[in-house]
């Protein structure tokens, strides 16, 4: 993408053209759906409707951030809770790739449902070329199975609208830009959230532990860019590993959970380079995390494999 501007009218022709009457919009806050979702009201105006899901899988204040973007996008939306169908939809899962096609069937039903009240089998979702890429296909290896691509049941009755399949995610946000949406450099966030963060089975309760772990670890990050620590960093999270530990509180053992922190320079998302980030800062992280989870996780671990040949997040 070259030029944002006819990059903005060809989306916008499109558009009238794959959706003749009204359409939903897959919005999760990130940076693409957000993106497809103002080229969707740019092209439809009032016949487009964005759907913002509370899956239960979340970080810490993502509804109210996410609502707080949208409006300062100026995006019309809706927010649906289901928290009870993702966990449902997730009990007993371990596999992280069955996790991701349950998660993209989740929304997808919960999608038909919205779509058949309000009249329209369009589906617009903010899919990008490494989601169809790593989701494999003809003599592509499957890397992950991405939710919004390989998670898609095959007897879906939605028709999907992808206006920025072509573009990798550097080309997203200079478009994002051009658009004028705020937050144009927010990290990108996994659509099945928490559920591919939380290593093994998925519960309630350790979706709690990842959320925390994970608030705090881009609570500590940003502080360090803030002070002028670390350059911001692509992408920062925490991942609430499937094996326990043992751990020592007071002059008690404990068998507990690991974290591991993940921090990454990045581009486009197909290439990323593990941070060097001061040991002072890894350390205050540890000490909150095992403070803030006391007894629940007993072990923090640093990340430092770049991608290739580990990929960005854990699964």
Known sequence: ??????????????????????????????????????????????RARAIFVDTGLLRAGEVERVSEHFRAAGLRFEVVRAADSFFAALDGVA????????????????????ASRIG??????????????????????????????????????????????????????ALARHLGIPSAER??????????RVNGVVTPERVRRARVA????????????AGGQIPRPWQYFAVLLASRTVGVTGDNRVHGEAVSVRIVESVDAMTATAMEVPRSVLRTIAERITRELTGEVVRVLYDVTDKPPATIEWE
């Open 1 to 46: 993408m070259n030029d944002p501007a006819a990059f903005v009218d060809e989306a916008v022709r499109r558009l009238q053209i794959e959706v003749p009457d009204r359409a939903i919009i897959a919005a999760s806050g990130g940076i693409d759906s957000t993106t497809a979702a103002i080229l969707a009201e740019k092209a439809l105006g009032e």
């Open 95 to 114: 596999d992280p790739e069955e996790k991701r096609r349950r998660v993209g069937a989740a929304f997808i039903r919960l999608f038909e449902t919205e």
């Open 214 to 225: 994970n608030a705090i670890v881009e609570e500590e990050v940003e502080r360090a860019v």
């Open 120 to 173: 329209t089998d369009r589906l617009i979702q903010g899919t990008i070329a490494p989601d169809w890429i790593e989701s494999g296909g003809a003599l592509r290896d499957t890397i992950k199975t991405h939710h919004n691509v390989g998670g898609v049941p095959a007897d879906s009755r939605l028709v999907l609208v992808e206006p920025l399949r072509d573009l990798y995610k550097d080309e997203v946000r």
């Open 187 to 196: 990290q990108p966030f996994p659509g099945p959230g928490l559920a591919v």
